[in-house]
């Protein structure tokens, strides 16, 4: 991607500047008073398409027919109503949405909103029977707003993922979660942690690999 938004704010000092990737899209330069902040985008745009390359691509949910969840496709059906709603038909493979306005924020709110218990339960079951199955201790497990992490654990035990997750295959589903187990044991990235999560997920690397590629491009929210 060649393009993106600039949004220029004027700093208190007047030389300086900071650059912040707001999204995928969107950057915003905060500049002193005596900086060429166009001169400073043109330097600095190398550095800047590689980290907006790295961010979420949001997509556009209005435009959306489908939507994986764990490598099933479900039909997206998106209506204009007097309440906001999200039903799933898991026999059916169809999800239908509906919500009192229909712009794409607003739709991507509500889902953030409404899938997380559907989300939960999933994230909840699947890291329960690999925790059993690799016998490991684990904590309370949680949902957490994390735009570009998938997980995260903490000494105690307890796991935190990103609802997100649920949008991608099932084997790289249960290699955040394994990821995330492997933490429980090992609290660092060290070769001993890669080691035993390649013992249990025996793709690991491939895995990985996939999951820093491809894993936000499914993002929605
Ligand atoms: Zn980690």
């Known amino acids: 991607m060649e393009k993106f938004n600039v949004e220029v704010k004027k700093g208190k000092s007047l030389l300086g500047y900071k650059l912040q ?84 924020n607003y739709i991507k709110k509500m889902i953030d909103k409404r899938i997380r218990p559907k989300a939960l339960k999933i994230i909840r079951d699947k890291t329960k029977e690999l925790s059993n199955k690799f016998n490991i201790k684990i904590g309370d497990v949680k949902i957490k707003n994390q735009k570009t992490r998938f997980g995260s654990c903490a000494t105690n035990g307890n796991l935190n993922f990103n609802w997100q997750i649920i949008m991608f295959p099932m084997d790289k589903f249960e290699h955040v979660i394994l990821h995330e187990l492997t933490h429980i044991l090992e609290h660092n990235h060290s070769h001993r942690f890669w080691g035993k999560l390649a013992e249990m997920d025996k793709k690991s690397y491939l895995n990985n690999q996939w999951l820093k590629k491809e894993a936000t491009k499914l993002f929605i929210v």
């Open 21 to 104: 990737i707001v999204d995928f899209e969107n950057v915003i330069i905060t500049v002193g008073r005596f900086e060429n902040w166009q001169k400073i985008i043109e330097d600095k745009k190398e550095w800047i398409l590689h980290h907006l390359a790295k961010m979420p691509v949001k997509k556009n949910l209005l435009n959306q027919k489908k939507i994986n969840i764990l490598g099933e496709e479900y039909g997206l059906n998106i209506s204009e109503g007097k309440n906001d709603s999200l039903i799933f038909f898991d026999d059916k493979k169809e999800i239908f949405i509906r919500v009192k306005t229909m712009t794409d």
